[in-house]
């Protein structure tokens, strides 16, 4: 019998059951019969009264102080562990502040874990939902949660010319102002509070040279032009190297046809390459920047290795690779769907349910389940790998993943072994 996610959406069981009823040529109401018995309920009403918190887990606590607008109260959730990114099948508690405002109540979410780029069932962002609102302070919410706004007037000029490609008016601009290439542009203080991972967090000017986040449609075709003129100013080491980790997971920049030409130019002005760039890198599947970085004359690892699947290289590489490297391997060999390369590193010693070391809130079940990778499934499961772990972001079951990621071939996989 499978399970539901912790937080089950009525919207994800209703097109589930009308797919049902399309695969089987069923009435929907005989779909949705079946699909609650799947779950245990004796009728589609248990069911949704079981989503609705009649019977079951209830609506996520956040919302009450939420509609309420009682910010102490939503300050004493988080504290004692509520979490802000669960949502009600509709929105989350954010979105539901940035409706109504005010904004000390959407700062309270963010400080305490809520994500400003999550979408509600309609794909848009609590931002979007205050911009199209009348909330109380709109002005000081919609500032809390634009992060792309830049308030320093020489800093939006040189970000607008790295854009336009225009090196000419860059060089002007920080020729006039060195300080531009030096300090940070500041966000909202609230995010410096907040204990997540931020990776574009006051960004200096050179990262943008890499459009990730997606700030533009398309990079200007001349971007290591623009690279160059700012190395040419005397670009920090630190921010060399960091930009190298975000044009190498710049989806942008690869389909713009530029991510190799920045590599190129990144790496011949002396940007370090780190282990945490290869596994970022290999994590959202930027499988042709790890190809730059070998023809750059980068050492092939074996997480890049098991990334690429090159299972002669990987074998060699695995003989001599620490734990931590072979953790690494196994996790990308993972996420990049490679069944082999992730039995090889199982066999180096490699903790089939650990938490990632890339995409950390998950383990390797939850990403197989994600990729709708049953032979990966039916490995991690014959490895031993936990069932019942529960992700960090969205306290899902990998099973779970695969129901409400909508994932037919991992879920099958579970659901077998289950039998």
């Known amino acids: 019998m499978p399970n539901l996610p912790a937080r089950p959406s009525r919207e994800h069981l209703r097109k589930a059951a009308k797919r049902l009823a399309r695969d089987r040529s069923l009435k929907l109401a005989a779909a949705q019969h079946a699909l609650a018995s799947d779950y245990g309920f004796r009728t589609w009403a248990d069911l949704m009264r079981h989503v609705d918190g009649v019977r079951g887990e209830p609506v996520p606590p956040l919302f009450a102080p939420v509609r309420a607008g009682d910010v102490d109260a939503v300050r004493a959730l988080l504290a004692n562990g509520a979490n802000p990114r669960l949502g009600d099948g509709r929105e989350t508690p954010l979105h539901l502040a940035a409706r109504h405002g005010p904004a000390a109540l959407v700062e309270a979410l963010l400080e305490g874990g809520a994500l400003e780029w999550q979408p509600d069932r309609k794909g848009r962002t609590a931002l979007e939902v205050a911009q199209r609102a009348r909330p109380r302070e709109r002005a000081a919410i919609i500032a809390l949660l634009d ?15 790295i854009h336009a490609g225009d090196t000419v008016m860059l060089g002007r601009l920080i020729d006039a102002e060195p300080r531009l290439l030096r300090e940070r542009i500041r966000e909202p203080e609230v995010y410096r509070r907040v204990k997540r991972f931020q990776y574009f967090l006051d960004p200096k000017l050179f990262w943008f040279i890499a459009n990730n986040p997606t700030r533009v449609e398309h990079l200007p075709p001349n971007i290591a032009d623009v690279a160059r003129t700012m190395i040419d100013r005397g670009v920090e080491q630190d921010d060399l190297d960091y930009a190298l980790g975000l044009t190498m997971t710049s989806e942008a920049a690869r389909k713009d046809g530029v991510q190799r030409p920045l590599i190129g130019e990144l790496i011949a002005a002396g940007a370090r390459v780190t282990p945490e760039t290869i596994d970022g890198t290999a994590a959202y599947h930027e499988l042709d920047a790890l190809r730059a970085l070998i023809e750059n004359g980068f050492a092939m690892t074996a997480p890049i290795a098991a990334a690429l699947g090159e ?19 196994f996790a990308l060999a993972v996420i990049n769907g490679n069944v082999e390369a992730a039995r090889l590193a199982l066999d ?21 389940a994600a990729n709708d990778d049953p032979a990966m499934v039916e490995l991690l499961l014959a490895r031993g790998a936990q069932t019942d772990t529960l992700d960090t ?6 099973l779970g993943w695969a129901i409400y990621l909508d994932k037919p071939r991992a879920r099958a996989a579970f659901e077998a072994a289950e039998r």
């Open 147 to 161: 992060r792309s706004r830049i308030a320093d007037p020489s800093f939006r000029a040189a970000v607008a010319a």
């Open 311 to 329: 299972l002669d290289a990987l074998r060699e590489l695995l003989r001599i690779a620490g734990s931590e490297e072979v953790q690494s391997a």
């Open 348 to 368: 180096r010693g490699a903790d089939v349910s650990a938490f990632l070391p890339v995409h950390a809130h998950s383990t390797a079940l939850h990403q197989a």
């Open 393 to 398: 972001l969205w306290e899902g079951t990998p």
